[in-house]
């Protein structure tokens, strides 16, 4: 995937805003939560968040690392982004999406229209 897929993907998803922050990352964020990000400059480097219990496995894959600063919130950083496919790359995004919006509340839910 490159950074152009990641956008459309990430845009696609329901009440999503993309932002740049620290001069140099493009963050895609729901209810003003960041749930994915991206560096704007080669090499594509990608976090995203992950289930608690999917975090050790994940982050000591071939490709992938702790992301910093993040890893505490169980944050991934994808460093070798063509160790993914595309369906990898949709199902992790969109899980990190659903992670981070399951964590607003009901009413800011509500009010983005992506209350279940």
């Known amino acids: 995937m ?8 990430c845009l696609s998803l329901p009440a999503v805003t993309e ?14 939560k960041m ?4 560096s704007l400059e080669p090499p594509l480097k990608v976090s995203f968040k992950v289930p608690d219990h999917d975090f ?4 000591s894959r071939d ?3 702790p ?8 944050w991934v950083l994808v460093i070798q982004p063509e160790k993914l496919k595309k369906k990898e790359w949709e199902f992790l995004v ?4 659903e992670l981070v919006k399951m964590k607003l509340t009901r009413q800011m839910r509500k009010d983005l229209g992506i209350d279940k």
């Open 2 to 9: 490159n950074i152009e897929e990641l956008e459309n993907f």
């Open 19 to 32: 932002d740049v922050k620290w001069d140099n990352d493009l963050v895609f964020s729901v209810g003003e």
């Open 35 to 38: 749930f994915c990000v991206t």
């Open 56 to 59: 050790d496995e994940l982050s």
């Open 63 to 65: 490709g992938f690392m």
């Open 67 to 74: 992301a910093p600063y993040l890893a505490r919130a169980k």
């Open 94 to 97: 969109r899980q990190s999406y």
